[in-house]
């Protein structure tokens, strides 16, 4: 059964970090890219934004422009996990992060509408 679940959301000030997990089941990291998107306050599930995909398939990542340099995504394939590392974290961070395998062999493809499976999210809070 295929299923992702994420942690590490929580409540943080402008310029902290957290680590966001997705831990992967039913399925090994090389069989699907796989992405973090976020889904700004006040946003519908269908306007969820892409942030960060790896491929483990082609060893390729993806970042969106407001996030790069800021952000590390990275697999632990011991433990069927990928993180998403967020520092410096920004009031426009927020919102509820979720991961998503996607159907594509390149996390250049990192597209809502590539997904085949979607975890349950977690939330981001940025406030000072």
């Known amino acids: 059964q295929v299923q992702l679940v994420e942690s590490g959301g929580g409540l943080v000030h402008p310029g902290g970090s957290l680590r966001l997990s997705c831990v992967v089941s039913g399925f090994p990291l090389d069989y699907y890219t796989i992405g973090w998107f976020r889904r700004a306050p006040g946003k519908e599930l269908e306007e969820r934004e892409a942030?960060?995909?790896?491929?483990?398939?082609?060893?390729?990542?993806y970042y969106v422009d407001s996030v790069r340099d800021r952000f590390i995504i990275s697999p632990d394939d011991a433990k069927n996990t990928v993180y998403l590392q967020m520092n410096n974290l920004k009031s426009e961070d927020a919102g509820v992060y979720y991961c998503?395998?996607?159907?594509?062999?390149?996390?250049?493809?990192?597209?809502?509408?590539?997904?085949?499976?979607w975890g349950p999210g977690t939330q981001v809070t940025v406030d000072s």
């Open positions: 942030v960060s995909c790896i491929s483990e398939n082609d060893k390729t990542t």
């Open positions: 998503a395998g996607l159907r594509t062999v390149t996390a250049a493809e990192c597209r809502p509408r590539s997904a085949a499976a």
